[in-house]
């Protein structure tokens, strides 16, 4: 999930938009996310690694 999407503002307007966003999150409450499982080899770039990759090194 992107960071933007759950941190971003929300304006409740009326009785029936707060009701559903009070039943939405006790219904994902306790819920556990899908375990990822990389498909292929991964490994953490640096910032020097991305700037080489982009050929960018300056």
Request: glycine share 6%; net charge positive; aromatic share 6%.
């Amino acid at each position: 999930m992107a960071t933007k999407s759950f941190l971003k503002d929300i304006t409740i307007k009326n009785r029936k938009s707060c009701e559903a966003l009070v039943n939405a999150l006790e219904n994902a409450e306790g819920k556990k996310g899908k375990e990822v499982v990389a498909c292929c080899k991964v490994r953490i770039a640096s910032p020097e690694d991305i700037k080489k990759f982009f050929g960018t090194d300056k």
